[in-house]
């Protein structure tokens, strides 16, 4: 892990972007150390400097936890292919209109999402040998699929917050009833691009005695900002 | 409004007990006044000193709100009739058999809240007379029905926090969409008397801009002590 740069917040919270092999990721820690780690990942497509992101890791680093993201492969700074570009597009496309896009999740976003799991476990890795980072780790973010099959796989991570879980792929639909860790799952419940009740039978599905759901009116991007502390309250009773 | 009984709780609440014509009620005050008021219903059929409504209202009023809560005609210290007993042994029968309940809710529960809301409007006038308490009102209880209709005849309540609201007459189903103030409506997700996909459809129904879903895993009285914690916050957004 290579640090690049190094920014000092406002807040006490100091920002730097990394390298790990061909991993491009951002670490955000609080000025007290050690502190529990969240990863914080994102809709898939997305880079790791999109502005609702950067502000989520900030607010939740300012509240005692260290925060690291990564760029999926094919995204951000990362070489991207024709072909993902492609897939990606036909996919934002269907759930645009509203056709069907199980078939672009099983074939594309599969076989991503087994990628993203070895390189945040290999980013996760790296930064528990940093000193500043402590206690356990939490996952909270956008990319729902990512976020099963981490809390299947992966025993270091004691709870975690999704949210906008309407399209995921079968294999970790399935895989749900095998999350046992304590969730928050947050919903907007006008989400044009995540059918609500997709979302509903998800959060049913999983496995963990304690889960909450928290829905909201409004499309994607509508999330009220009241769900930001109580996201920061939900990861405080499971890693302080 | 005449005070009967006063008790200092540890943490310096006042707790007293008031009669108010025929309506016996109880009262709780932090220390600190004039305190927003919050209207604490039950479950139809429950006394006012039920445990878990005396311990939501002890609770709320340690964090800085006066709390009242009344008994219902026909239930706790009041009088009660032989044919309002048959109904409520009715409803609780058909309930747990899982039989329909339509019919019961419409005759014998859609008068009790008319009656029950002119009974709270009686009391809130009473309440606001009181120096200890000021500012905004709201309303916090398990009796659905009664809050949706006290929420669109009162306009001194600015927000409310109902729970299970599977089971609610017609008529507040359709004046659901007429209630537009803040909402934090729980549900709790296995809940055998409170149908899940009829609260859903209530919470779908408000017309409320800001109204917010948290549900959680378990029966009926499941519900995890965090969202006592949540509830007060959501007060403190809107009644502070």
Sequence with gaps: MRFTSEQRLDDGVIEREFTLGEIPGTLWTPGSAPAPLVLMAHNNGLPKAEPRLVARARYTAARGYAVATIDA????DRP?????EQARADLRRAMQVGE???EILESFIGPLVENAVLEWQTTLDALLELPEIGGPVGYSGGWAALGIRLAVVEPRIAAAGFFAGG??????????????????????WDDEGNPRQRALDLFDAFGSKEKTLHANPGGHTGTPWFELEDGCRFLDRHLK
Tied chains: 1, 2.
């Design 73 to 76: 492969a094919g995204c951000g």
């Design 80 to 84: 991207r292919s024709a072909a993902d």
């Design 100 to 102: 069907p896009v199980d």
């Design 167 to 188: 399209y995921v792929p079968r294999a970790q639909r399935e895989e749900a009833r095998q999350v046992t860790i304590p969730l928050l799952f947050l919903l907007q």
